[in-house]
């Protein structure tokens, strides 16, 4: 390995490089057309979490929009292993990292371009999380709008590929900050059901169980997966189900499940306080408490250190 420097090391077709030398061509696809895919695992006390289950879906995306990254999976995540070996030294011991991997259709040619670069662009990174931006999501729960834009139909392209066209959620995005800064959108989809956020699943707390949407109008997330599972050792029952705005303001509590916070309570739909306004129901506080055993760190606490 290289001298250990200050600047993050990426993986650019082939080769470990610093961030800064890591160059994209402007007419690769996915800058002129966001045609390509990526997923993102993080760390938890420097230890990567379910990279497997996280490069299962990436192969999955990578199918569906016809791409090769030309590795297996099993070559892209000694990759990853070695891009977060690379940084790990830049770390601070309360720190951890997103891990993503990224593969675009590459250059699109047009007469007279000489472009080095043929076939896919491949890049596999470390991003720090964003630990004091989200502190206050635990502190405060989060607050939940429903905008008016619409999750795109399945049948015109399917939300379980992670790809790089995120303008359908960037647009809802950009309108629940427009009312409320710190709010996260969760969309809807043409009938009126609750859907997802821009890297988020919800869950509906009722009667003691969970109730989330159908895998069929969301991108399965790794930490979706992983509180079904916590749900069934702990014998919490959990069904997916179309699930509507009356659901959401009627219900016992609510949580998102993301890559970066795990699991973490809502308080508020629309302005409707969910759970009375109280941070931790039990439901999501026992579902939280078996997540910080499985990963053994205490993710809650590694944020709130940062309110500090």
């Known amino acids: 390995m290289a001298a ?15 961030e800064s030398q890591a160059l994209v061509p402007f007419r690769d696809r996915s800058f002129t057309y966001g045609d390509g895919c990526f997923d993102m695992t993080r760390s938890f006390a ?23 990254a030309g590795m297996s999976m099993a070559e892209m995540a000694a990759v990853s292993e070695e891009v977060f070996e690379r940084n790990r030294h830049l770390l601070g011991p309360d720190d951890d ?7 675009t259709r590459g250059v699109r ?11 896919p662009t491949v890049i596999v990174e470390c991003m720090p999380l964003p630990l004091a931006e989200r502190a206050a999501c635990y502190r405060d729960g989060i607050r939940v709008i429903l905008p008016s834009i619409r999750r795109t139909p399945p049948d015109a392209l399917s939300p379980r590929a992670k790809t790089h066209n995120y303008l359908n959620l960037v647009m809802a995005d950009q309108e629940a900050h427009a009312q409320d800064p710190g709010a996260w959108p969760v969309l809807l989809d043409a009938d009126g059901n609750l859907t997802e956020g821009l890297g988020s699943n919800i ?39 179309d699930l509507d705005p009356f659901d959401a303001y009627t219900a016992d509590e609510i949580f998102l499940t993301s ?13 409707r306080s969910i759970g009375g306004g109280k941070v931790f129901g039990p439901v999501t506080r026992k579902l939280t408490d078996a997540y910080i055993r499985i990963v053994d760190c205490d993710f809650v606490t590694q944020y709130l250190k940062c309110l500090a």
């Open 97 to 103: 990292y997103w891990i993503g991997q990224r593969v």
């Open 46 to 68: 420097h230890r990567i979490f379910r990279l497997e289950e996280h490069l299962d879906r990436f192969a999955r995306s990578l199918r569906y929009l016809g791409l090769d």
């Open 109 to 119: 040619r047009v007469p007279g371009d000489n472009w080095e670069q043929t076939g």
């Open 4 to 18: 250990l420097s200050n600047e993050r090391i990426v993986y650019h077709n082939g080769r470990y490089v610093p």
């Open 203 to 241: 869950f509906i707390v009722r009667d003691g169980g969970l109730l989330t949407p159908r895998e069929r109008m969301v991108l399965p997330g790794i930490s979706r997966l992983t509180v079904i599972e916590l749900a069934e050792a702990a014998g919490i029952a959990c069904r997916e189900a």
């Open 259 to 271: 890559t970066s916070l795990c699991i973490c309570p809502v308080v508020s739909v629309n302005g």
